[in-house]
Structure formats: C-alpha cells, structure tokens
C-alpha cells in the first residue's frame, strides 16, 4: 500500500500554530479493526476553531496531542470498512485529521455524504460544520425576524457569507463587516449583503451608522475585539448577539480587556450566546437538508479557497489568520 | 391645606447624586384636575436605579430635569379623586416622586395596594419593583432548575435578598455575594443563603470556588465590576448571567474596561441577558399576588433600612452607593 502522509502538530503554540509548529511524516497505512473504517481523504479543512484545539489551555474541546495528527474535519471515500454502515466508496465526511489516509472508528464519521448532486467540497464548508453553525447559531440564538437589522462579523468567511444570506432567507436587511475593500465587495457582489464595511478603512463606524439606521436586531458575532466594541453600542433594544467566534483575538491568556458589556446589555434589553456546533449535532442532518435545498434554489451562494497537497497544511491556519483566503478555506488532496 | 414639601433635583450628577445635588423647596399643595389624583405620600423609595435617572446619558428610562421633583417610587392615600377608579383613602404606589403630596395623573399608579394585611412599606420592596424584579429576572432570564447553583451580588440587598429566596424556592442552592461580613452574614441567618461571601475579605475567589463546586448555573449580577469579573469564569456549561443592576461602576462615561466575555460566554454556551422591569409590567400583578404568598407562608423574608422625614432624602441616594444600608431603603414620612 502506498505510504500515508500525515501533519502532526509538533510544538505547542501559545498563539496561533504556526508553520513551524507542524511536522509532515509519513507512516504506513493501517488496516481497520472490528468497528473501524479506513477512509481515503479527498479534502481536508481548515478552520479558525484550529487554533484553539492546538493550545493547551482549558477549551470546548481537547487539546490536540502533541506528536499526534492534526484534528480536522476531512471528506474522502471509504476504501476498507469493519463497521456494517459502511462500504467501500462511501463518500463520509468527519474528523479525519490531515492525512492522506484515516484509519478510524466509525464514531468519527460525522455523516455520509449524500448530496452527490454537489461538489464533495461543500461537505466541510457550506454543507458542513461551517454552514450548520451559521443556520442554526443564527436562527436559535440569533432569531431572527423580517424587517430586523442582522449585522455580520467576518462576513465573507465561510460562516459569515452564509449568516448573510440565510438571514436574507428570513426577510432581513443584512450588513456585512469584512476587512478591506475586496472583501467587502465579495459581500455585496456574491453574498447579497445589502452593505457591506471595510472594518480597516477610516471611519467605518460612521458607515455602520448609516447602514444600521435603526439599530443592530442580531450582531453575529465571529471576531469579538474592536469590531464588536462597535457593534455592542449600536444594538436595538431587544437585540441579540450570538458570540460564534473570536477571530480578532490572538491570545485569551490572560484575558485581554474591553469596554464592558453590563450596560448595554441592561439599556438595551440585549443578550449575548455563545454558540458551540458540537451541542447541536443532533440537528446536522436535517440542517445540511435544508441548506443542500437554498443552493439548489440558487439562495445560497459560496466561495472556496483551495489549496493544493498536504504540503500546504502546515501554513494554512496561520494563512487563515492572516486575512488571505477569500472563501472556506480546503485543502485538496485528490 | 398644609405646605407640601418637594426635593427637587437642582445640579446635574455626573456620577452617583449627593445630597449637594438636592434642594428641598416647599409649594403649596395643588388639587386635581379631571383623570388626576392627590396622593399624600407615607413612604418614599430610595433604589440604585435613581443614579441613572439623575445623569444626563441616554439611559433607560429619560433623565429627571432639573428644577423637578426628583423622580421615585412611593406609596401613600388618596386624599382626593378626579379619576373613576380611586376612592380618597385608597392605598396605592406608583411614581409619585420624593415629596409629600403628589398630584399625579391616574397614570402614575402603579398598582392598588390590596395586601392590607401586610405592611404597607412592603409595596416599595419585597412586593414591589425590587421583588417582582428578582422574581421575573431570575425566573425568565435565570431559568433556574432545581439542583442548580445561583450566585447573587449585592446579595443582601432588596432584590439579591428576594433573588436567593426564590431559588431555593425553586430547589436551587445559593450562593451570595455581599459587602462586609455583617451583610454576608445576614444572607445566611436571614435570607437562607448556603453560603455568603464577603468580597472584601481577602482570598474571597478561593471561597468561591468552594461555595460552587460545579461552577455557576445562574449568575444574578447587581454590580457588574471586579465581583462580574470573578463570577464570569466560573460559570458551569450553560450557565445564565441575568444582569439586572451594574451598582458596583460609578460612571458609565466613558464605558469602563474589563475582562472580555466572549470567550466563556462561547466555551461555556453561556449567556448574559439585560432585565429591566419597566418591560414587563404586564406581569406585575401577577407576580406581586406570588410574592405576598411567599411572604405569607414564610418563605421570603425581607429587611427594611427606613430613614426618618424627608430631610433624609437629599443624602439618601449617595448613602446607598456607600453601601450604608442593610435590607431596602425607605424614608418614612407619616
């Protein structure tokens, strides 16, 4: 059998992992055991949550081994099963790792991938984690109701160009926040926001003003730090944040400070959630059906940002951190 | 008729009001007009909630102007009636403001004091805005659930003081925080707290964490501050943050820096929610009619800090913020 190539995570960061953090090996590939399947990766994924399963400190999830394959979400095909839901050439999407061959138990397999009608890439993007969290962080936590003001954090990233449109789904006026003019235009262009704000330009709180002439119904929140000290103020009474991400913090050790939320919060009548995916998996299947309809029907645009071999794993999440994909950021394999 | 003595708001605070802010004036007493009602006041009400109606900053509720009679809860009689619905000798509470006669529209009642056979000071406190404040903020943004963990600031306070009872009401155990161990003490002799921190003594965080072993369900915040800041970390999966007062921070201009909560509000699925009461006046009533029977039964025990005459007004706001007080603040006035 051909060899696997695999991307451990080789030294701890204290902020985000870095290429030097990561070391590619290549091991042999293992046959599944009873219970197990071995899946041929096709796409590996890349995304901002990495980060803070690579650090040590306490976090939603474990930290990742040092030594071990780098967690992540993958999509591929089973090429040997020991498990009776699984057959060869299966197409299942789940926490393969970043490698070109996963040996796993079928526990890891967060679903078979069904809409074969569409590419195999949406499953780690808008058909995946990414898609399902914008659905439902937005429509639980977020609630959102025709007429209202949804306000987006990151908003030509994977998660955020997906809030914008499904909140336009639900009749809402949607503001867009990205960093610089490209994105923002991405926003407008591709992701139907009604406007969209370069969070970089000089006096773009001026411009939220403006956008938001009625207050913030929902801040969907995917950065925290001085974008969403801009949001907080501007919120409508009743309004809500959904926390989904903290993309603009490099480091929560210690706990950076800013202005404090209590005020706002009690004038304003508002509340702030934190959303978590992994509390909501129960609903996934039903939600990846929902959304595989709006991008049939044309409602539900999205962007890639593919890079090519495993080679380029180890600089992918810094790159995530850097601002330079535009898109959900993949790396192909196959 | 006799004079009417009116405390008049005469200098803009820019923080909590002192007494220098104040001017007692005496007018004559005014007689109704048509859908109008003279109220001879008995108790006035003192609260936090006064500062912010004191500043200038947009805030909940409009700034009292200056050269009026400072805005207050009070309860008294009716000593005269040109609206269908009141009788001369009708007890009743409303916005009535710190002076000895008011002549108000009917509109200014809050409520007919129809729990004659309790004291009628408890219309300002336990069966008033602070008790029915506690009631609904911790029963609708708290959800407490029986076996859960609820912390409170300002726990010996009107509204922490009702806050602890009702959760155990509802099987929860509870936790408070309080100034001093004078008032820690009484959250645990009268008011059946589990246990009470004095946040003043040294190494209270270490207590914390003893007194909440399994981390906070529902954390009920009347400071916001340096006690926010310790509770926020401490919060179980799920946990709730119900912020009804933000006593602990002088001035709001500019907006003070603390510790970000993203970050736990996402690891902990937590949430953090504003109550203000004036939105749910729907339900008071109601929930006044809950309160006397726990109060009845035995099971909700209040104190009262009652100054004596309206002289007692002018310092009587700043005297809070000291912290001078144990149980709700009254001024008694006939």
Redesign the interface.
């Known amino acids: 059998m051909t060899a696997n190539r695999r991307v451990l995570l080789s030294s701890r960061p204290t902020a985000v992992a870095q290429a030097s953090d990561f070391t590619i090996v290549e091991a042999a590939v293992e046959a599944p055991e009873e219970g197990e399947i071995l899946v041929r990766n096709t796409v590996l994924s890349v995304e901002p949550a990495m980060r803070g399963w690579t650090l040590a400190s ?3 999830s474990a930290p990742v081994q040092l030594g071990s394959v780098m967690r992540a979400l993958a999509t591929g095909h089973v090429v040997e099963s020991r498990h009776p839901d699984y057959a060869p050439g299966d197409a299942v999407t789940g926490w393969f790792g970043w490698q070109d061959y996963a040996r796993v138990p079928a526990s890891a397999v967060v679903r078979k991938v069904l809409e074969t009608d569409l590419p195999l890439s949406l499953s780690l993007g808008v058909l995946g984690i990414n898609g399902v969290t914008a659905y439902l962080a937005l429509t639980e936590l977020g609630l959102p109701k025709a007429g209202e003001t949804v306000l987006v954090s990151t908003a030509a990233g994977s998660v955020g160009s997906a809030v914008g449109q499904i909140a336009k789904v639900h009749g809402c006026r949607t503001v867009g926040i990205a960093g610089g003019p490209v994105k923002a235009q991405l926003c407008r262009d591709a992701f139907g926001y009604d406007a969209a704000l370069d969070y970089k330009a000089a006096g773009w709180t001026g411009q939220l003003d403006e956008a938001c002439p009625n207050g913030v119904d929902v801040y969907f ?1 995917n950065t ?1 730090g001085a974008i ?1 000290d801009a949001a907080y103020p501007r919120l409508a009474v009743g309004g809500r944040v959904v ?4 993309a603009s ?1 490099q480091s ?1 050790d210690p ?22 995916m992994f ?1 909501w998996m129960h609903r996934y299947e039903e939600t990846v059906g929902t959304l595989a309809g709006l991008v049939r029907d044309g409602r539900l645009a999205y962007r890639e940002d593919v890079l090519e071999g495993i080679e380029a794993c180890p600089d992918a999440l810094a790159g995530l951190y850097r601002g330079e994909n535009l898109g959900k950021r993949l790396i192909r394999l196959v």
Do not use: H
């Open positions: 306490a976090n939603y929140d925290a969403s926390v989904c991400g903290t913090i929560w706990v950076p400070t800013g202005p404090r939320v209590e005020r706002v919060l009690l004038m304003k009548r508002a509340r702030m959630a934190g959303f978590v509390d």
